[in-house]
């Protein structure tokens, strides 16, 4: 017989010799593992550090940073009023820690100067929910709304003609005839000879309106009011709750038919697009300030012979972009105006008094608009409160230039190089506009602030921003909305029509304003 001694030798070699590659996976593994925490301990003690001289909440704990503390606000609904309370406690700017991710938030008037006018120190962040959606591109990181540098700069100048307030009074006429057609047809057929009047959701209502006025602006072609309405409403509204809801919400959105429903959408409107400016490209106009989508062809043109040639492809592409963002941003306007009738639910006597004007003037001109001087407080009151652009985001970079000579500073903050990551800036409309230390009475809807003579102070009232980034459409939105209202409420008498379990709710940490709910309002025909 064999030698037991023998045997279990030959054992042994043979299982210990069999495998070897898995022991040398085994130790790839735990080397890397023991790099990645090496690397992350290096980042939370350094980097953080680095940053020590700025102000910060307590951590939650040392691996997480603030995270969970920002996931609780976010949950509650609370994510901008805590900003305030902890803006008054810790002081104008302040550091978050998403693990090893610092994000700067910054309420102070300078370093909001510094961020509207330094475009290159400050600029807009790439990595947000309405650049590129499910892995479908949506409005890209080049539109007149998300691009940066001197080639967006171009676009936005030569599309200045079309947003101008002197080129309003040309649009006026246009914009009058399509409001009264579009919006009072509309509503009249949907009440029909009930007395009761019907209950309609005034968000559906205005964006019909809205979205035929942009039709006749020249992006037509394309799909008509009603299904551009639907559409815009579709892809927006997918956005809270595939990037904020709750974990079995997001599961559900994400594994079931609506996310693959509004990737379609997504899909099928930059095709319509694309067809639509086949057409265009080859026998573009010089702008006239009255086609948006033309002016938007001759905007990009002059992009390329300036800076990159000729690239129809690419140039189509950018021009794709820029149309999906003009569409979806007229959804701002639409609920806005929303939001007005949101806030005026509690306040029936300014209701009452804004009606009273918009009965009682006569507008047959832009210059009208002018008289509506009332309505024109309860909209900036409502902006104020309410305002589409929530929060901004921009990425600085200044202490990762190479061959820098002077430090890199952050307001009154030197930033120091040891930091190897850039900086997410975050800053928020909302915050300034309903601060106690600018404003008094924050949270009560007063109209009558504005009256004649008063003016904000720099940066403490922002519904379109300032600087070189402010809102190209802030005097075509402000017409709209006018005219929206002296026609609805000329014609209709509107009473809001939810109740406390249904009332509409805004989402705070959304970047542009969103709705959570439909906003049910009862139309009676005016009894004349």
Same mark, same amino acid.
């Given at each position: 017989?064999?030698?037991?001694?023998?045997?279990?030798?030959?054992?042994?070699?043979?299982?210990?010799?069999?495998?070897?590659?898995?022991?040398?996976?085994?130790?790839?593994?735990?080397?890397?593992?023991?790099?990645?925490?090496?690397?992350?301990?290096?980042?939370?003690?350094?980097?953080?550090?680095?940053?020590?001289?700025?102000?910060?909440?307590?951590?939650?704990?040392?691996?997480?940073?603030?995270?969970?503390?920002?996931?609780?606000?976010?949950?509650?609904?609370?994510?901008? =009023?805590?900003?305030?309370?902890?803006?008054?406690?810790?002081?104008?700017?302040?550091?978050?820690?998403?693990?090893?991710?610092?994000?700067?938030?910054? +309420?102070?008037?300078?370093?909001?100067?510094?961020?509207?006018?330094?475009?290159?120190?400050?600029?807009?962040?790439?990595?947000?929910?309405?650049?590129?959606?499910?892995?479908?591109?949506?409005?890209?990181? =080049?539109?007149?709304?998300?691009?940066?540098?001197?080639?967006?700069?171009?676009?936005?100048?030569?599309?200045?003609?079309?947003?101008?307030?002197?080129?309003?009074?040309?649009?006026?006429?246009?914009?009058?005839?399509?409001?009264?057609?579009?919006?009072?047809?509309?509503? +009249?057929?949907?009440?029909?000879?009930?007395? %009761?009047?019907?209950?309609? =959701?005034?968000?559906?209502?205005?964006?019909?309106?809205?979205?035929?006025?942009?039709?006749?602006?020249?992006?037509?072609?394309?799909?008509?009011?009603?299904?551009?309405?639907?559409?815009? !409403?579709?892809?927006?509204?997918?956005?809270?709750?595939?990037?904020?809801?709750?974990?079995?919400?997001?599961?559900?959105?994400?594994?079931?038919?609506?996310?693959?429903?509004?990737?379609?959408?997504?899909?099928?409107?930059?095709?319509?697009?694309?067809? %639509?400016?086949?057409?265009?490209?080859?026998?573009?106009?010089?702008?006239?300030? #009255?086609?948006?989508?033309?002016?938007?062809?001759?905007?990009?043109?002059?992009?390329?012979?300036?800076?990159?040639?000729?690239?129809? %492809?690419?140039?189509?592409?950018?021009?794709?972009?820029?149309?999906?963002?003009?569409?979806?941003?007229?959804? &701002?306007?639409?609920?806005?105006?929303?939001?007005?009738?949101?806030?005026?639910?509690?306040?029936?006597?300014?209701?009452? !008094?804004?009606?009273? #004007?918009?009965?009682?003037?006569?507008?047959?001109?832009?210059?009208?608009? #002018?008289?509506?001087?009332?309505?024109?407080?309860?909209?900036?009151?409502?902006?104020?409160?309410?305002?589409?652009?929530?929060?901004?985001?921009?990425?600085?970079?200044?202490?990762?230039?190479?061959?820098?000579?002077?430090? +890199?500073?952050?307001?009154?903050?030197?930033?120091?190089?040891?930091?190897?990551?850039?900086? !997410?800036?975050?800053?928020? #409309?909302?915050?300034?506009?309903?601060?106690?230390?600018?404003?008094?009475?924050?949270?009560?809807?007063?109209?009558?602030?504005?009256?004649?003579?008063?003016?904000? %102070?720099?940066?403490?009232?922002?519904?379109?921003?300032?600087?070189?980034?402010?809102?190209?459409?802030?005097?075509?939105?402000?017409?709209?909305?006018?005219?929206?209202?002296?026609?609805?409420?000329? &014609?209709?008498?509107?009473?809001?029509?939810?109740?406390?379990?249904?009332?509409?709710?805004?989402?705070?940490?959304?970047?542009?304003?969103?709705?959570?709910?439909?906003?049910?309002?009862?139309?009676?025909?005016?009894?004349?």
């Amino acid at each position: 017989g064999a030698c037991p001694g023998k045997i279990e030798a030959v054992v042994s070699t043979q299982s210990t010799g069999a495998h070897p590659e898995i022991m040398y996976l085994l130790l790839l593994f735990f080397l890397g593992v023991l790099a990645r925490y090496t690397r992350m301990f290096y980042r939370l003690t350094v980097w953080r550090r680095s940053l020590s001289h700025i102000p910060q909440l307590p951590l939650d704990n040392i691996w997480k940073g603030h995270k969970k503390t920002l996931e609780r606000v976010k949950h509650d609904n609370t994510y901008l =009023d805590e900003h305030i309370r902890w803006v008054n406690e810790c002081g104008m700017t302040m550091v978050f820690w998403i693990v090893s991710q610092p994000i700067v938030f910054t +309420a102070d008037p300078v370093v909001l100067h510094e961020i509207a006018h330094d475009l290159d120190k400050y600029r807009k962040s790439h990595f947000l929910p309405n650049r590129h959606y499910f892995g479908e591109k949506l409005v890209g990181t =080049d539109s007149v709304l998300s691009g940066n540098g001197l080639i967006w700069a171009q676009k936005r100048k030569a599309m200045m003609i079309m947003f101008s307030k002197r080129n309003m009074a040309n649009l006026w006429e246009r914009m009058d005839t399509v409001m009264r057609g579009v919006e009072t047809t509309r509503i +009249a057929n949907a009440i029909g000879d009930s007395p %009761k009047g019907k209950v309609l =959701d005034l968000h559906d209502t205005v964006a019909v309106a809205f979205y035929a006025y942009l039709i006749d602006l020249g992006v037509s072609d394309i799909m008509d009011n009603v299904e551009m309405a639907a559409t815009a !409403k579709t892809i927006i509204g997918a956005i809270p709750k595939s990037f904020f809801a709750n974990e079995l919400t997001r599961l559900k959105f994400v594994l079931g038919q609506e996310k693959k429903a509004t990737v379609e959408l997504i899909r099928d409107l930059r095709f319509r697009i694309m067809v %639509k400016l086949r057409q265009l490209i080859p026998n573009y106009v010089e702008p006239a300030g #009255e086609n948006v989508m033309e002016d938007l062809v001759h905007a990009t043109k002059m992009q390329y012979e300036l800076f990159d040639g000729s690239c129809p %492809k690419s140039m189509a592409e950018r021009l794709i972009n820029d149309t999906v963002a003009t569409i979806l941003v007229f959804d &701002n306007m639409v609920k806005q105006l929303a939001m007005l009738y949101m806030l005026l639910e509690h306040e029936p006597e300014i209701q009452e !008094k804004m009606v009273k #004007e918009l009965r009682e003037t006569e507008v047959n001109s832009y210059a009208d608009l #002018e008289k509506l001087e009332y309505t024109e407080r309860c909209i900036l009151e409502c902006m104020r409160m309410r305002p589409s652009l929530l929060r901004g985001a921009r990425d600085f970079k200044a202490h990762m230039k190479k061959g820098a000579t002077e430090e +890199a500073k952050f307001g009154p903050y030197v930033i120091p190089k040891e930091l190897k990551m850039p900086i !997410k800036v975050h800053t928020s #409309e909302y915050v300034q506009q309903m601060d106690p230390k600018y404003w008094d009475k924050p949270t009560k809807y007063n109209p009558d602030r504005w009256e004649k003579g008063f003016s904000p %102070k720099s940066f403490q009232y922002l519904p379109f921003w300032t600087g070189p980034r402010s809102c190209l459409g802030k005097h075509l939105g402000m017409m709209l909305m006018k005219i929206a209202l002296y026609h609805i409420n000329r &014609n209709f008498d509107i009473q809001q029509a939810w109740d406390k379990h249904t009332a509409p709710v805004f989402l705070q940490p959304m970047a542009t304003i969103r709705l959570i709910g439909d906003v049910p309002c009862r139309f009676r025909k005016r009894e004349m």
